[in-house]
């Protein structure tokens, strides 16, 4: 487990890295579309910097995009309560409870560090798991916290925001600019901002779902080491995937965070889904019953 963590905090650096980069790359093609170096060289400074912004302020964008609020013991004594007592457990800080009025079963954790963590759960999520369940599932979102999945899920989100709007702005200035009217930008820079526009987003969507789903299977078998009841995470798996339906307010960048997929079902999706199949997260904790 300490191991696991050390890995995390190391790749949490490795995927900064590889992030600036993506958009070191999309600066330079459109510093040959345009003939300007320091076009590149101000992109990749701003990169950095919403980079370092995003770091201390993603916990926060998290709960407003999502719609969640935060609850005391008085709001919500249940899912308060199991927190709390998984937060006793673990010997972690006590996180910031939210919950999100959504009928789809669903919950997710997020923030920089475990001194600055949010766990969140939806109401659909509260109504069909009985205590046990719901025990699971939080215990679930106590571990990426632990692990800190959270800061590395933090750091992707937003970087995979800032290489959409990067590739979105490419593609408005390829098409509408006055340098394509003028027709004064390089034929090769124009191909290079095309690529980049395009392969861009799809890169960054694979280095989200390469880091997300191994976590989802740690966060699984850590949430039984906590609880000492794989028959609850099992049940709980089973629910979220005879219940499991999209969330009201959804966002690509952001469904790395939850337990369960919160997208629209489909080919591309189903294709490109940042999280394990369920039937073989069940298998995994069925074969490690034993261990446990």
């Given amino acids: 487990m300490y191991k696991q963590i050390a890995q995390n905090k190391r790749r949490t650096i490795g995927i900064m ?3 600036v980069l993506i958009i070191a790359a999309i600066a ?4 040959a579309y345009f003939q300007d170096p320091w076009i590149a060289v101000w992109t990749t400074v701003a990169a950095i910097i919403y980079a370092t912004i995003q770091y201390f302020l993603s916990a926060s964008l998290t709960t407003a995009m999502t719609g969640a609020r935060e609850v005391t013991k008085k709001d919500n ?20 409870v939210y919950v999100i009025e959504d009928p789809a079963p669903n919950a997710f954790a997020t923030g920089r560090d475990p001194e600055h ?3 969140a759960a939806t109401t659909g999520l509260m109504d069909i798991m009985n205590d046990k369940e719901l025990t699971a599932v939080m215990a679930h ?28 702005i490419a593609f408005r200035m390829m098409f509408y600019g006055d340098r394509r009217r003028s027709n004064e930008g390089s034929p090769v820079g124009y191909l290079l901002v095309l690529f980049a526009a395009i392969f861009a987003p799809f890169c960054a969507s694979i280095a989200q779902m390469a880091v997300s789903r191994e976590r989802e299977y ?8 906590i609880t000492r009841y794989p028959e609850g995470m099992i049940a709980a798996l089973k629910k979220l995937q005879s219940h499991s339906q999209p969330m009201k307010n959804q966002n690509s960048a952001m469904a790395s965070l939850y337990i369960n997929d919160p997208l629209r079902k489909g080919f591309f999706s189903n294709l490109f889904s940042t999280h394990p199949p369920i039937e ?9 019953k034993k261990t446990f």
Avoid at 78 to 88: A, D, M
Avoid at 218 to 225: F, G, K, R, T
Avoid at 280 to 288: M, N, V
């Fill in 218 to 225: 740690l966060a699984d078998a850590s949430a039984v080491n």
């Fill in 280 to 288: 073989k997260r069940i298998e995994r904790l069925e074969h490690g």
């Fill in 77 to 96: 004594p249940r899912l308060y309560n199991i927190v709390e007592n998984l937060s006793i457990t673990t010997g972690l800080p006590m996180p910031k």
């Fill in 117 to 119: 963590a949010i766990v």
């Fill in 17 to 19: 890295i590889v992030f």
């Fill in 141 to 168: 979102e106590m571990s990426h916290v632990k692990n800190y999945d959270i800061r590395v899920s933090m750091i992707v989100f937003g970087l995979v925001c800032i290489v959409g709007m990067i590739s979105d």
């Fill in 28 to 31: 330079g093609a459109f510093a």
